[in-house]
């Protein structure tokens, strides 16, 4: 997967050896030895090693090649790795994308129709640099995190009905810091139950009350945490209590865990934060992160899946103020099947298509995080527009029941309709700033290409 765990000299490596395998994939013989190994290496041993999160091993040859026909059809079609964002629609430069590149799975495909063989021994495939199957995601770039955010340990079952715990925890922050990274990690055996573990910051208020300050983020299976774009701050106030609110679902879609019982249930927030000298920069914006909900296609003010039927619900936002769109993380439950996100402006009544995801997962919630030279930049009054789509038939391969109504609510079998989508407030001045950049940028691009 190509994600935060690699450098980006490795990445631009892997690039440019698979297009050069893929154009060719067809013309030569493609061995593991000497084609594949890298790309499963880099891109699929990081669940698929002994303690990762995937059902098998992929770390040699002799543990790939039963699995060889099963991988070709998974890469063609997209499902592996599990990174569900539709090609050619929309952006497509984001931060922790895990889609192989087009040649990739030519030479994947290829290797199986030529019989998956192994290739000179003589070779030894690059391994690639790991990081600990338990470990946090930002190490490798940013070290141990800062701060480290515990829930209150407990015992659940490892199968049995939905369970929720909402708490405060004090994380003893003494002042005000900027957050460039943050990751929510379920301890242990305890990412098999974990649904999702929302966070909000409170602070007290002159009345020594308790008030809600903000989001602090957000987690649901599959997700792998979340980057802040440079020149941006997402705040976490001095002496401020964490809110828990978290939702287990013992032996639920993905549940991996054996035994009866679930021994110091714990999941944790890593902070990694931003110096000092970053805080006092005059060229900081704010950042927050919250959930949009999507009311459009409810039926008098419920969201209602029919048995064997279909829905879609949609949702408008727009701002008195420019912003920038920095990540789109759309969440539902089994039904839920597919999300957009659109940009429209009513000065023209132009549609601009910002993310599609065609299959969407219910065991893989990616926070979609827009590579800060193209994040959608939208000015007061643009609004944005959240489509998401709910297949309740047997097509739905992960429909418990298409013989059930659907209603929206908090329970796994339930469903949900909103998007998490993190957001910076700029001024006119900042707004007009990224726009003539972007535009000399382009003007620089469109000359390169005169010069060619």
């Not at 829930?151 to 004090?170: Q, R």
């Not at 539902?332 to 995801?357: C, V, W, Y």
Request: proline share 7%.
């Amino acid at each position: 997967m190509k994600n935060v765990r690699q450098t980006s000299a490795l990445l631009g490596g892997a690039l440019a050896l698979a297009l050069g395998m893929g154009a060719q994939a067809q013309e030569r013989e493609v061995t593991y030895n000497g084609d594949v190994a890298q790309i499963i290496n880099e891109n699929c041993v990081v669940c698929h090693r002994e303690g990762g999160v995937g059902p098998m091993q992929f770390e040699n040859y002799d543990q790939v090649r039963p699995w060889a026909p099963l991988i070709s059809y998974k890469v063609e079609n997209r499902e592996m790795p599990p990174y569900a964002y539709d090609q050619h629609v929309g952006i497509q430069d984001l931060e922790g994308d895990w889609r192989l590149a087009d040649e990739e799975i030519e030479t994947i495909v290829a290797w199986v129709e030529q019989g998956a063989p192994l290739g000179d021994t003589d070779i030894v495939p690059p391994v690639a640099d790991l990081p600990d199957a338990n470990g946090w995601t930002f190490e490798p770039m940013f070290g141990e995190p800062h701060l480290i955010v515990p829930s209150m340990a407990y015992d659940i079952p490892a199968n049995g009905n939905d369970l929720w715990s909402k708490e405060f925890t004090d994380p003893k922050l003494t002042e005000d810091r900027c957050i460039k990274a943050v990751q929510v990690k379920p301890r242990g055996d305890a990412k098999a139950v974990v649904h999702h573990a929302n966070s909000d910051v409170y602070v007290y208020d002159d009345e020594g009350e308790l008030q809600q300050y903000g989001q602090l983020t957000e987690y649901a299976m599959g997700k792998w945490g979340e980057l802040m774009p440079d020149g941006v701050c997402r705040t976490m106030p001095a002496n401020s209590l964490v809110r828990w609110d978290i939702h287990m679902f013992p032996g639920g879609v993905g549940a991996t865990a054996e035994g009866g019982m679930i021994k110091d249930n714990v999941v944790e927030i890593g902070l990694w934060f931003h110096d000092d000298e970053f805080a006092e920069r005059e060229d900081i914006y704010q950042q927050d992160l919250r959930l949009y909900p999507l009311r459009e296609g409810y039926e008098n003010g419920h969201l209602i899946v029919p048995p064997h039927g279909y829905t879609m619900t949609q949702g408008f936002h727009s701002f008195d103020h420019p912003v920038r769109i920095d990540s789109f993380q759309p969440h539902g439950h089994l039904r839920m099947n597919a999300a957009s996100l659109e940009k429209f402006d009513p000065k023209t009544g132009r549609t601009t298509p910002i993310s599609q995801i065609s299959n969407w997962s219910a065991t893989w919630h990616h926070s979609h995080i827009y590579d800060s030279d193209v994040a959608p930049l939208l000015a007061p009054g643009e609004v944005l527009v959240i489509k998401q789509w709910y297949d309740n038939t047997a097509d739905n391969p992960n429909n418990p029941d298409p013989d059930q109504w659907v209603y929206g609510g908090s329970r796994t079998g339930d469903e949900m309709s909103h998007a998490w989508i993190a957001v910076t407030h700029l001024d006119d001045e900042g707004f007009d700033q990224l726009v003539a950049e972007r535009r000399e940028r382009e003007e620089r691009s469109l000359a390169g290409s005169d010069d060619d």
